[in-house]
Nanobody, 129 residues
Framework: QVQLVESGGGALQAGESHRLACLVS????????MAWFRQAPGKSREGVAT????????HISGSVEGRFSFQHDSAKNTVYLEMTDLEQWDTAMYYC??????????????????????WGQGTQVTVSS
């Protein structure tokens, strides 16, 4: 069973860049479809970025494409969400999630909240102007 612990959230200014970390324990993140989700107050949880080491595939949501990227460090068994040019509407609780690939792939349901089996506790990002 994999455990996920996010860190790095905080109060930020619009236009800044920042990185969130998700420490994976109990197994290697290489064995899982990894994802970042976020949930703003009063809104549904939405997928932001996914990564699967098995095929080196990365998917970025259109809402953050060009500003956010998925990074990873196998030596630290940690995945990251790199965020640039932050905007006020990026304010949300950010969650790290993992699930087992299906038939060696993660593309199906990549941003489906219910398809993920493992979740971190979340880290809050607040962006002000």
């Amino acid at each position: 069973q994999v455990q996920l612990v996010e860190s790095g959230g905080g109060a930020l200014q619009a236009g800044e860049s920042h990185r969130l970390a998700c420490l994976v324990s109990g197994d290697s993140y290489d064995n899982y479809c990894m994802a970042w989700f976020r949930q703003a107050p009063g809104k549904s949880r939405e997928g932001v970025a996914t990564y699967y080491a098995g095929d080196h595939s990365t998917h970025i949501s259109g809402s953050v494409e060009g500003r956010f990227s998925f990074q990873h460090d196998s030596a630290k068994n940690t995945v990251y969400l790199e965020m640039t040019d932050l905007e006020q509407w990026d304010t949300a609780m950010y969650y790290c999630a993992a699930k087992r690939p299906v038939l060696g792939m993660c593309i199906n349901g990549a941003f489906s909240v219910t398809s993920y089996d493992f979740w971190g506790q979340g880290t809050q990002v607040t962006v002000s102007s």
